[in-house]
């Protein structure tokens, strides 16, 4: 059984920092690339930041770069973004994603992340 499992979510004030991980079972984890989507109240679910398998290749939305920062553990199967000068804007559920092909992909359950201003 796959699991993916976010944690780190919560309520911090503009300026702030968190740092989501996601714990990876079930799978072949260095077979995937991770990937963090977000969504907020009304909006679509949007990618932030994605990782190639072997964690040599980054990617980081406009909207997000030099604030978020996407790294992973192969050896603990652990997937983190670290998340730096928290606007009220990034107000959102983050979605941990394990990706391979299409058809085989995954999802976590989400974390809530809240900036107050």
């Known amino acids: 059984q796959v699991q993916l499992v976010e944690s780190g979510g919560g309520l911090v004030q503009a300026g702030g920092s968190l740092r989501l991980s996601c714990a990876a079972s079930?799978?072949?984890?260095?077979?995937?690339?991770m990937n963090w989507y977000r969504q907020a109240p009304g909006k679509q679910r949007e990618l932030v930041a994605g990782i190639a398998s072997s964690g040599a290749v980054t990617i980081t939305a406009d909207s997000v770069k030099g604030r978020f920062t996407i790294s992973r553990d192969n050896a603990k199967n652990i997937a983190n973004l670290q998340i730096n000068s928290l606007k009220p804007e990034d107000t959102a559920v983050y979605y941990c994603n394990a990706h391979r092909t299409m058809r085989e992909q995954y999802w976590g359950q989400g974390t809530q992340v809240t900036v107050s201003s």
């Open positions: 079930g799978i072949t984890f260095s077979n995937y690339a």
